[in-house]
């Protein structure tokens, strides 16, 4: 059978729960147990805590570290050195002319070579124009030529036809001359009184007037055949001049190369019919070619630019990696310095020449030619400086400043004077010694003094994490701030060069206590 369970009675109850009806030493044992004791707890591990720290052993701090930086560097370099100006341009004909014909006619033979990119030396056909019209035109002139010179030979004739009646007249007024003075003296020895028309007609006045008259009438004469013999002289010349005329005409209906050249375009065919206002084509010269070639202004101190067509310009490395490759290139030399700035960039323009610039020569056999509108990159020999160090431009830093690694292994941040800039490199003139070292590593904070290291073939070796390959005498703690102030600086390169890479001062992890009290907060 169950039993229920016993109800405690209500009186009891009652005075359980009514502080005032406990005896008053029970509130006492109560107290006692609920301020006291957890006192007494916390005093005692105070306690116990002051006896494990005074009795336990001390840790000493140690400085910082200064890990150094693993870099590369590479030698200064001071001599003389040239200044090599780099810049870019376009090829260009330095001869170009668009080819008309001196005649016109229909286009009746024309030359394999004639079509665009086609050579033709001085002097080849190019085209024929026909050429009957203008030989039966020679033919007539030289019949108009040879008609004039008769035409002249016979003025010759007549001229001295003329002047031998001058002659013939001038004897005869001389000898009518001396009848007349025969005349007189009869006259005279005969005394006799005649009239004045008897004594003209005895002194033989008719006589000496008609001959004077034919002497001037033959004058006039030579004149008239002189001034006729010169007209047909003109008149032969002036046929000899037409005949030479139709005879270039016919020579013009070839037409040829005015010089070594390369066809650029074709304007007609064959069977075309064309005129002097028609183009045949566009040849430009294969003998030289320039390169216009954009420099800043700053830049032309640097280049040597001719000043007259004897003087050498700078020379000229001309590249083209599109089309040759990066180590191909051909030679030229400054010729001219154009008289104005480009509109656009402000920059001087200068003329490079490039001799057989399609290596058609046999001493060019071989080398890269030039495409017309290419558009090049130069290297222009400038003039030498006396004593520089070549620095490349990734090693200036904050401005003209370089980073020395000093004889200490410790970085100097030193300012330097750039004499002259080029794309890839700068030539310095003050700031550095030979033999300096340049790092070459960038850093990421770089301070001045910070101590560096170099990259060797050990490096790998030596970069182990921390405490890998330490030796047992720096594996051990310090025994005294002193003592670690004064260890050497070797001590301190000792670091690995994965410590070196997170900066410099960075705090070493203190060493772990050693003996019972490492195990006291454990227990």
Known sequence: MTSKPETPAPAATDRAADPTLTPPGGRVVRLVLKVLLPLAILAGGVLVAAHLIATGPEAKRRPPERRARLVEVEQATLGPQRAVVHAMGTVGPAVSVELHPRVGGEVVEVSKEFLPGGRFRAGDLILQIDKEDYTLAVERKRLAAEQAELAADQGDLVLEQRQSAVARTEGELKLEIGQQDIARREYELLGEDVGDA?????????????????????????????????????????????????????????????????????????????????????????????????????????????????????????????????????????????GNLEEQGRMARLLVSVEDPLALAETNRGQPALLIGSYVRVEIEGTTIASAAPVSRSLLRDGDRVWIMTPADKLEIRPVTVAFRSRDHVLVTDGLRAGDRLVTTDLAAPVDGMPLRLRTDESPAAEKPPGAGASPESAKPAASPAADKAAPPAAEKSVSPAAGTSGAGAEAAPAPPRGPAAQGPAQ
């Open 198 to 338: 008897a004594e003209e007609l005895v002194l033989r006045q008719p006589q000496f007037h008609t001959a004077q008259a034919a002497e001037q009438a033959a004058k006039v004469a030579v004149k008239e055949a002189d001034v006729a013999r010169k007209a047909a002289r003109a008149a032969a010349q002036e046929a000899r001049n037409g005949l030479r005329q139709a005879e270039l005409d016919l020579q013009r209906t070839a037409i040829q190369a005015p010089f070594n050249a390369l066809v650029q375009s074709r304007g007609v065919n064959l069977g075309a019919t064309v005129s002097a206002t028609r183009a045949l084509a566009t040849l430009v010269g294969t003998d030289t070619y320039w390169v216009e070639v954009s420099v800043p202004v700053d830049q032309l101190p640097w280049i040597r630019v001719p000043r007259t067509t004897e003087e050498p310009g700078a020379t000229v490395r001309v590249f083209d990696e599109a089309a040759w490759g990066p180590d191909r290139f051909r030679t030229g030399r400054v010729c001219r310095l154009a």
